[in-house]
């Protein structure tokens, strides 16, 4: 009888919890809106945005390059080029307050389409500030006008429509990084046609040697309504703290055939930037993790318990949207490239000074350094 009286009291709790009024759910609280981090950077970038597209147009330049200065295409191919997003806060001016003696031996940068970069048009063409840039320290070099201060070649690339437009000059840097330009020496034709008692009456030519500028920055200056000593300032400066920038962050080397890029990330962030990598298993079947740091943590080892350092894991090289990537830590994996700060000699032909290489062999041979790294 109380087995039965005890079945029957849960028949009744069960049936009156089904129709009894059902108490109203609480409003879920709204999400606090996460603020959003600025998307400008000084050269680890946080956030991917356009940078994919920056990394095509950045190795179409290097063919454009090629195209015009083989010589310094197959320097700056391997090495130091360095690529930013739209999101590059683009500066002017020692922003990194560096030494003359400093300066870095060789260095390059893409400058990407913006708002920032595309300053003025010829005939309807839009035109970079300029879209490729780079340097290398010289000492004495050819034909250029004598000083004791640091000597820079900075060259450029200004792409238009019907091809692009290569700009050599040379730049003194003084003690306190004060720039001024160079005068060259130039190689002009003049055609002499003969007088009436010169037989055959045949035209010759006399080659007259001056010293100038590059006619075409007089041109580009005006046209930005800058000096012409404004004008190399700017992109003297944009080159150098471009270059500069890349260690802000972790190095990523991109390859694709032969040719490299690097851009720099913040470290935290190469799950983010990476995460449709193209997926490496271990012998488990697992994916292997992409490269992180590992922060300080404890741990217990055989009942003690003992700190773990931070350290950084996971995989370096890999491939994503078909670019070969390796992963480099300044320190860790290599030394920093900006720290290397000697001169390149000049010479002329085939005929290399005793004790140096020439210098795109030596890129070369550092490119393949860095790709086993």
């Not at 002499?192 to 010169?198: F, I, L, N």
């Not at 004008?231 to 991109?254: K, Q």
Request: aromatic residues 10%; positive net charge.
């Amino acid at each position: 009888m109380n087995k039965f009286k005890e079945i029957l009291a849960r028949v009744r709790a069960y049936v009156a919890r089904m129709f009894r009024n059902q108490e109203p759910a609480e409003p879920a609280k709204p999400r606090k809106k996460a603020v959003q981090r600025d998307r400008r950077h000084l050269g680890a970038h946080y956030y991917l945005t356009d940078l994919l597209d920056q990394l095509e147009e950045a190795f179409k330049s290097l063919n454009a390059l090629r195209k015009v200065n083989k010589n310094s295409y197959n320097i700056f191919r391997k090495v130091a080029c360095t690529v930013q997003s739209n999101d590059f806060v683009w500066s002017v001016g020692n922003q990194y307050a560096i030494k003359c003696s400093d300066i870095p031996s060789i260095g390059c940068a893409y400058i990407p389409k913006s708002e920032h970069g595309r300053l003025f048009v010829r005939d309807g063409d839009e035109l970079a500030y300029p879209s490729f840039s780079y340097f290398k320290r010289i000492k004495n070099p050819i034909n250029v006008q004598p000083t004791n201060d640091v000597v820079i070649e900075l060259g450029y690339v200004l792409e238009f429509s019907d091809g692009p437009v290569p700009t050599i000059m040379y730049l003194a840097v003084d003690q306190d990084c004060n720039v001024r330009l160079l005068k060259q020496l130039y190689q002009d034709v003049k055609k002499v046609r003969p007088k009436v008692s010169r037989k055959f009456k045949r035209e010759f030519s006399i080659n007259r040697a001056f010293w100038g500028y590059p006619n075409s920055l007089e041109d580009i200056a005006k046209l930005n309504n800058l000096t012409v000593q404004g004008y190399i300032d700017e992109v003297f400066w944009m080159t150098m703290n471009a270059c500069l920038s890349v260690d802000n962050g972790a190095h990523v080397r991109v390859a694709k055939g032969s040719d490299r890029l690097t851009f720099a990330i913040d470290i935290l962030r190469t799950p983010y930037f990476f995460k449709d990598r193209e997926k490496v298993v271990n012998e488990n079947g697992k994916t292997k993790k992409i490269f992180h740091i590992v922060a300080a943590h404890k741990r217990v080892v055989n009942g003690v318990e003992q700190l773990v350092k931070s350290h950084t894991r996971g995989l370096r090289k890999f491939v994503w949207n078909g670019y070969r990537i390796n992963i480099l830590l300044n320190g860790k994996h290599i030394n920093r490239l900006n720290d290397m700060n000697i001169d390149a000699v000049d010479y002329v032909g085939d005929d290399v000074p005793k004790g140096f290489r020439p210098i795109h062999e030596f890129t070369n041979h550092l490119s393949e350094v860095l790709d086993r790294a």
